[in-house]
């Protein structure tokens, strides 16, 4: 095994930093593998609502990276652990695909929850669905949103996102709601947690976005790396929120990884 004198831990956002509208960006792969030979830990942190962590490390592994169910978290599965701790008497869950999959253990109930749960719910997103969320809010159930970006742009076009229709029941029910996913301290922290023995400063978040991974790095303490790929702006960047590192492409990472 190589030996590595300086970080200890890379979190990976996959879309825009491993692979962008289904192809890989060159040199990924390969620096992964470099990075597990160099005895660094790694794990893969997404906000993909959708992808459940199992479909989220299948779809990786088919397209030829090493990646492991235990290694992922996607906002599902953070959102569904984080209500695990609160062990709710019932969720409605408003969500689609695999995501599903993260909620199997929690009782549904739509007419009297305890929690409305909001992901990417596009195939169900209608004025009725949102009402009957509105009202729900209004009488008592509290609101969790998986993440709170405003708009996508990952598939090519703009689109809105999870956050914007969190963000509308919240003026409309004069609530404030939970969200989970990065930039969210919390889903840092689920990662964090099971190497307690790692110092923050030796923890490095590689990204493609200030507003989730960079300002998310930030709120929990440890180290980031911008990319020039992906949804990436120069526009995005200030200079109240700045990366550790910037790189043009993710194959650059070796340079500051392996080479100080």
């Not at 007419?111 to 409305?116: F, I, K, L, Q």
């Not at 509290?142 to 598939?155: E, F, P, Q, R, T």
Request: aromatic share 8%; glycine share 6%; hydrophobic share 40%.
């Amino acid at each position: 095994m190589k030996k590595n004198n300086h970080f200890e831990l890379i979190l990976f956002d996959i879309d825009g930093v491993l692979e962008y509208q289904g192809k890989v960006y060159p040199g990924a792969i390969e620096l992964t593998e470099n990075i597990r030979e160099h005895g660094i830990n790694l794990r893969f942190l997404t906000n993909s609502t959708l992808k459940s962590a199992k479909s989220a490390a299948f779809k990786l592994q088919s397209k030829g990276f090493n990646a492991y169910e235990q290694e992922v978290i996607t906002a599902s599965k953070a959102t569904a652990l984080y209500l695990k701790e609160l062990n709710p008497r019932s969720i409605w869950l408003l969500l689609s695909r695999e995501g599903v999959d993260e909620f199997s253990e929690f009782i549904h109930d739509s007419e009297n929850p305890e929690y409305v749960v909001i992901g990417d719910c596009r195939d169900d997103f209608n004025f009725s669905n949102m009402n009957k969320v509105l009202q729900k809010v209004v009488e008592g159930a509290k609101l969790i949103g998986m993440i709170s970006g405003l708009v996508d742009s990952s598939l090519g076009s703009l689109e809105l996102n999870v956050g914007s229709w969190v963000g509308m029941i919240e003026r409309a029910a004069d609530v404030k709601a939970t969200y989970i996913g990065k930039p969210n301290r919390f889903v840092f922290d689920l990662i964090l947690k099971q190497f307690p023995t790692i110092d923050r400063k030796k923890v490095l978040m590689v990204g493609d976005s200030v507003a989730s991974d960079i300002i998310g790095a930030r709120n929990a303490g440890i180290r980031s790396i911008l990319v020039r790929q992906g949804e990436f702006s120069e526009k995005h960047l200030s200079k109240k929120v700045k990366p550790d590192y910037i790189i043009d492409q993710i194959s650059d990472l070796s340079n500051i990884l392996f080479n100080c």
